[in-house]
């Protein structure tokens, strides 16, 4: 049987290393938004540019996800230079979904690390901060003009719980908001952990004093501890309205899958 040239074999190896780079360098995110046949776009909402995740799906009630922090820092003392989560946990969740969901980055998240305006403050001490949150509210809200969305709900997780409290105050149609693991204090949080305070928290602050206009759902999980549910009690003590699910079998980044038919709707679960 003939052989094939040696330089073929090294046109084949090369080729089957390349193959293999591009998995290994290809970030979480952007394995799951190819595998959900998700539309990857950026929208830049005057102030940042924000990485745009979307199913081809329209109707009249639009669910915007919000992740949480990612990895801010590398370790104690060291900051990390791109902040992108490498375990997406609520895009996870997203997955499937069969009603119009689109997964919204924070700025300076998702391959824009560097750009403009952007630095460490933005992932670290003001994460939660006036700029963060006016201009998650400017890309939400041009979104839903742009799907003609009639309502809107907001989803969530851990620190994105904390932004999408600051975004209740400025979301234009606003109906309803979702946290899963939600960083609802995070005064107390960063006193639980003993880490450093964080920075102006007056979007969260604001919302907490509004009034209970909003239909709030918390899900919390009793082994989380990242965010235990005992620090937010104060938090539940000044919304009277919002609603507060304690579950098991889940810890801060995990299980959450087993809930997500009760979170979502059992019609609208994958």
Not at 89 to 117: E, N, Q
Not at 184 to 202: E, K
Request: with cysteine; proline share 6%.
């Amino acid at each position: 049987m003939p052989r094939a040239p040696v330089a073929a074999h090294y046109l084949i190896v090369a080729a089957c290393l390349t193959f293999l780079a591009a998995c290994v360098l290809r970030p979480a995110w952007q394995t799951l938004a190819i595998e959900g046949q998700l539309q990857s776009s950026w929208l830049d909402s005057g102030q940042f540019r924000h990485r745009v995740l979307a199913n081809d799906i329209h109707g009249e009630r639009l669910r915007i996800y919000i992740e949480g922090d990612g990895g801010p820092w590398i370790r104690e003392n060291r900051v990390s230079i791109d902040p992108t989560p490498t375990n997406p946990v609520l895009l996870r969740l997203m997955h499937g979904a069969t009603y119009p969901a689109i997964y919204l980055g924070r700025p300076c998240y998702f391959g824009s690390a560097t750009d403009k305006g952007c630095g460490p403050r933005l992932w670290t001490f003001d994460r939660y901060g006036q700029a963060v949150v006016d201009s998650m509210c400017e890309a939400a809200n041009l979104l839903t003009r742009e799907y003609a969305a009639e309502s809107v709900q907001l989803i969530g997780y851990s620190g994105g719980g904390a932004i999408v409290i600051g975004m209740s105050s400025c979301t234009e149609r606003l109906q309803s908001l979702v946290t899963i693991a939600g960083n609802l204090d995070p005064d107390a949080w960063t006193r639980h952990h003993g880490f450093s305070p964080l920075n102006d928290l007056s979007p969260m602050k604001a919302a907490r004093r509004a009034s209970n206009v909003i239909e709030e759902t918390h899900w919390q999980c009793r082994d989380d501890l990242n965010v235990p549910p005992s620090i937010t009690d104060n938090y539940f003590a000044e919304r009277s309205a919002a609603v507060r699910h304690i579950v098991d079998s889940c810890t801060h980044a995990t299980g959450w899958e087993r809930h997500w038919p009760r979170i979502v709707g059992a019609d609208d679960a994958d």
